[in-house]
Every structure is written in C-alpha cells, then in structure tokens.
C-alpha cells in the first residue's frame, strides 16, 4: 500500500469536502434571503435529477471497477473498450433523458405538481433549465474521472473539484451584488463548476491514461450490456438507500399532523448526520482506487490489509464527531435553533446517526462487492431493507405515539441488524477469508465511541456548554485529545506513518 500517495490523496479529498461543505452550509441562507421563498424549488429541481441518477449508475458505477482492473493488468486494449463504450452510452442516456427534461420545462406552469407561482415562473423554468444541463453534462463528462482513479490521483481531481466550488461561490457573489438576484443564477453556477472540472478531468486522462481515449471504433453494445448487467443491482442499492433515507421528509410531511413542523424538525435532526456520512463517504473514496489496484493485482493478503487499515482509519476519524454529537449534540442545537426543542432535535439526531455507530467501521466493505462483482445479494438485501425501513415506520406511526420519531427509528434499527448480521459476513465470504474477520472492527469502533462519548459527557460536567465560545473551546481542547487517543490506541504503526504523512504533506502546503 502507497502510505505517502493515500495520505496525499485523503489530504486533498478532506479539503475538498470542507470547502464544498462550507460553502453549502452557508449558501442556502444567503440566497432564501435573496430571493425569498425560491431556495426550496433547487431542492426539488435536485430531487428530479437523484432519481435519474439511480437510472444512470447502472451503466456508470462498475466503470471505474473495469477500467482500473484492466489498466493495472495490462490490458489496455480492453480500458479503452469499457471507456468508450461508457462514454458513448452516457451519450444516448443523455438524450433519452433530454425528452422529458424540455417536457419539465416548458410547460411547468402547466403541472399543478410543482405549484410554481406565476411571478417566479420565468426564474424557475431558468433554474430546472440550467439543473438539467448539468445534469447531462455531469454523466456525458464522468467517464473522465476515472483516470485519477484509476492511476490513484484522487488529489487531482479533488483539488480542481474545490477550486469549482470557490468558481460557483465567486460567480454568485458577484451576480448578485451587481446584478439582480435570481434563483437560476444558482443552476448556472454549478453548470459553470461543473465545466470547469469536466475541463480538467478530461485533460487529466490524456496526462494519465495516454493511450485511453474516446474513440467510435472501441464502443461495443457488449460492453455496455456487462456493465449495466451488474450496474443495474447497484441502482437497486441506491433505490433501497432512498427508501431508507429519502422518504421520510416526504412522508412526515404527508402523514403526520402537524406535517411542516415536523418536516423541519427532522430535517434540521438529520443535517450534522448527513454531513458526518458525507464525510465519511470521502474518507471512504481514498480507499477505492487502492482496494480495487490491489484486487488487480491478485494479491488477496494485501487486499485485506487494506481493507482493515481503511476500517481503523474510518475509526480514527469518524468516532470523534459521531461521540461529540452525541455528548454535545443538544448544546449544540440550543445554539444553532434557539427557536426549535433542542431535546427533540438530539433524540432525532442520535436516531438518525444510530445506524453510524456500527457502519462507521465496515463502510469500506461495500466497496468490495463491487470489485468482486457480488453486487446482486447485497443490492438485494439494502432494497429489502429499505421496503421493511419504509413499512415499520408507517406501523409505528399508525400504533405508537412517537409522532416523527418513527421514521429515524425504523432506519436505525433496520440498519443495524443488516451491517451486523449481513455486510460483514457476506464481504468475507466475498474475499474467501473468516466469516467473522471484520467484527472486530466493529468492537473497535464502539470502544472509541463510547471512550470519547465518555470524555465529552465529563468535560460537560466540568465545563457546561452555553455559548458558541465556549462550544468553539471544547472543541478546540477535547478534539485534539481524542485525536491523540484514537491515533494510539485505535491505529497501527502502518496507520500512524500513513496519518503522519497526510499532516506532513498538509504542512508544505501551507508553507
């Protein structure tokens, strides 16, 4: 394993995420302030866009696999067929999907769906206009991101990826202060981020992957029917997913009383959640291109090693804001919504984390279904635990009195029995090791958990939390120790020379 390249490369990806994180977290408000009452239309806009990504990961998401594997086997021949022939079958996805997005668009004031008033139509047809177009020009364009994965240069990619974050956020702020506010300006200018890293993404394959190009001759109709063949289970995976995490906004608002309340109150319980998985998602995609080089290259041993230095990285790094929300989490919500309960927000919180105290450790073990090409039982499983997830919360909420509670609930307790009985020992099966090889994992993210959770709840008791200085404080003092606890107890010396390295590398940055 390339301790200096994955470090490099979960240096560059963090940044990234930061920076995109960030300017999220402080955009939605500034434009509701903007332009009032709009900001929820993108959302919308976002939610038509997921649910034909679903459809177009079938073909996309075993590229990257196919590619890397053949590149690193020497088989270049065959990396150009799979890259073309995902290239020009984006293409004609891209097409079919054009069809019903101009239907979408011009006649939106028609669809009594979307109930778009009459004096921000023109804005919103702009907007759904220009989400739309990056839309297509995101899957025609995705192919080129695989030559920073597959030659393990994802700092490439996540560098130019945030450098697209700060374009989007310089074009709004100047559009908006010289200009009128509008809420398309917001589609335009994640078409605009987009373009940019399209742009270097693709002169990063011709730098990387010299002899992979785009070429009429390599496309082959087999090619694409093997990878939507496989593909199509992780689009079950996504759909399951969203059965688990996507409809419960959708469904509190439609089913409870008090439905926009609700709604909100959920929704605000489950951004720090949604930021943590994101991040963990990041730290996760480090992994990727070194799990599947390694798969390449035969050596099963060294596979696993990978795997189980990925399980305590994700340890190290994903324990201490899962424990700080849980022994902080209400202070926290007492100072972010002083109008909301911040008891209600924490137990919403901690329910729709739950499921992180388990997966956190084992979340790189998705990845190997891929690389193995056993995506069927797992896209099945995640599938049935969504329809069950989806099932128990109407249940709960027909014959129990926890109101909004029922949604997190059922995901969490669903969650936990599949990373418990299902995902571990199915990815050993995967690899042909010990059914039980990853519980331990499993034990050594809880012991962190609960040993910071521990530390966090007596800083409390010593230092009560009723400000934002003095939340900034505890953070400042109790993250670094737990840091220094997890990088000795939790990490290896493998691990430890890994992280040094990424703190090293950070460094020189900066000077």
Known sequence: MD?????????????????????????????????????????????????????????????????????????????????????FGNVMM???????????????????????????????????AFVFANFFLSIITSVYGVSTYATNRLDLTSIRTMYGDILRIAFLFVTFAFWRPAIWLVGAA???????????????????????RVRRSDFQW??????????????????????????????????????SASMTLLSLAKMVPSAISSLMGTVVGVFNPQITIAYAEGNRENLVKIIKSCNRILIFIMSIPIAFL???GEDFYALWQPTKDPAALQRLSLLAVGVLYVSMSIQVLYHVFIITKKVKWNSIVILASGVCSSVMSLVLLTHTELGV??????????????????????AARCLEVRWSRFYGDIALGLLSIGT?????LLSRAVYPVDSWPALIVT????????????FFIILRKQERAMVTDMVRSRLKREA
């Open 326 to 328: 849980t022994a902080y």
């Open 475 to 486: 953070g400042a003092v109790c993250g670094p120790l737990a840091l220094v606890l997890n």
């Open 222 to 259: 087999k090619k694409v029917r093997e990878l939507i063949s496989l593909g199509a289970w992780n689009s079950l995976t996504r759909l399951g997913q969203q059965l688990l995490d996507g409809v419960d906004l959708l469904l509190s608002g439609a089913l409870i009383l008090d439905g």
């Open 94 to 128: 891209a097409g079919i999907f054009l069809i019903p997005a101009l239907i979408i668009v011009l006649f939106m004031g028609q669809m009594p769906f979307l109930n778009v008033p009459a004096d921000v139509l023109r804005d919103v047809q702009l907007l759904w």
């Open 3 to 87: 301790k200096k390249r994955l470090a490099v490369n979960m240096a560059a990806q963090i940044l990234a995420f930061a920076v995109n994180m960030g300017i999220s977290f402080c955009l939605a408000p500034i434009i509701e302030s903007q332009v009032e009452n709009t900001y929820g239309f993108v959302a919308l806009a976002n939610q038509f866009v997921l649910y034909a990504q679903i459809v177009v990961s079938a073909l996309n998401t075993m590229a990257s696999r196919f590619v890397t594997i053949h590149i690193h086997q020497g088989e270049e021949k065959k990396a150009g067929e799979y890259f073309s022939s995902v290239f």
């Open 452 to 456: 910071i959770t521990a530390l966090g």
């Open 405 to 426: 509670a029922s949604f997190p609930l059922s995901s969490m307790i669903v969650g936990l029995v599949r990373n418990l009985v299902f995902t571990p020992v199915y």
């Open 190 to 212: 994640s078409l605009l981020a987009t373009a940019y890293t399209a742009f270097w993404n693709r002169r990063f394959t011709h730098q990387l992957l010299p002899g992979v």
